[in-house]
């Protein structure tokens, strides 16, 4: 039941891939190149502003974003899921390899836009909006199945959380002792 419906979700996102030449450049876009937008505005932090409060938002957003990669390979390791365009005829605008559950850019890039809307909340609904369109973009090019990105977005948001409170704990035990 749930899989009918993950694959349904998918349908009605991935039927308008290939029909419209500009919605396939936005679509493809999204889904392969924005998120090296993410990562140099967020790098961009290091030079402005409160550089000790940027810093420790930057070394947080990068620390989540591989432990939530680990998390996805784990995860991926003990449920492999095909890529929806190997089992399903799909209208394909990009090519992935490996399994597709959990979505590894969506923990990637969430997991970053969670700890920079921990630090900057108009910032961090900035960079979740585009993590968004990332994620509804790689079920549009048909790569990812909705669930894929739900578990994705789940494992950068808990990545994210867990993060935070150990540097949260971390600076703290430094600054008391120092």
């Known amino acids: 039941m749930i899989k009918m419906m993950d694959f349904s979700i998918f349908q009605l ?14 679509g493809i876009f999204f889904a392969k190149y924005s998120g090296y937008i993410l990562i140099v505005v967020l790098l961009t932090y290091l030079f402005w502003g409160d550089r000790n409060k940027n810093t ?13 990669f680990i998390i996805v390979n784990i995860i991926r390791f003990i449920y492999p899921r095909s890529r929806p365009f190997v089992s399903h ?14 979505s590894g850019h969506a923990a990637f890039f969430f997991a970053i836009s969670f700890i920079v809307y921990f630090f900057d909340k108009k910032a961090g609904t900035a ?4 993590s968004f369109l990332m994620s509804i973009a790689r079920i549009f090019v048909g ?11 789940l494992v950068g948001y808990f990545s994210a959380l867990l993060v935070n409170k150990y540097f949260k704990k971390f600076f703290s035990k430094r600054q008391t002792t120092t």
């Open 89 to 102: 005829t799909v209208n394909l605008l990009i090519n992935e390899i490996g399994n597709s559950f959990p």
């Open 56 to 68: 420790k938002m930057v070394i947080e957003a990068f620390s989540s974003a591989i432990s939530g």
């Open 13 to 26: 996102i991935n039927q308008f891939a290939g029909r419209w030449i500009l919605l396939d450049a936005i």
């Open 143 to 153: 790569v990812h199945y909705p669930l894929d990105i739900l578990g994705g977005i």
């Open 127 to 130: 960079f979740l909006i585009v």
